[in-house]
């Protein structure tokens, strides 16, 4: 390979790598400020163009990955009791739903939430008390989680 040929493909790299940097910095702009949606619509990322063709000797972008979505917090829905564990000064938090009218009570906290039969109610709030708390249906008087809070 003769030294113009060197000195071309190092060209074409910076080139690359100046175009890839403007991409990452542009695109990440865009994340601070969200498109509105509509309330209620789940966003699915999916190709819609074709990559152009590279030219020989040029090497062909490579797509970014996605962000995977955080997980949910956990569901109590007084099937079992789940055993939820965090550190002090974490913050607690939990979905609960009840298919009746109830009161979520969590003992210790003194932390009480009215339910709406089948609504998934999100209950959150810092963990700034040490201890083993049981976490129950109120009306009756059903434990449907168990709250371990252990010092940091």
Known sequence: MSRAQRLTFLVIAAVIAIVAVV??????????NPPASDAGATATAT???EQPEASPGEE???PTATATPKPQPPLLDGSKVVKLEFKQGDTVKFRVVSDTPEEVHIHGYDI??????GKVTTV?????????????YE????????LR????
């Open 149 to 152: 809070v252990d010092p940091d």
């Open 23 to 32: 991409v990452l910095a542009d695109s990440s702009e865009d994340d601070s």
């Open 139 to 146: 009306s009756q008087g059903e434990q449907i989680a168990e």
């Open 47 to 49: 190709p819609t163009t």
């Open 124 to 136: 959150s709030f810092p963990a700034d008390i040490t201890g083993i708390f049981e976490i129950e």
């Open 112 to 117: 009480a939430k009215d339910l709406e039969p």
């Open 60 to 62: 062909t972008p490579t």
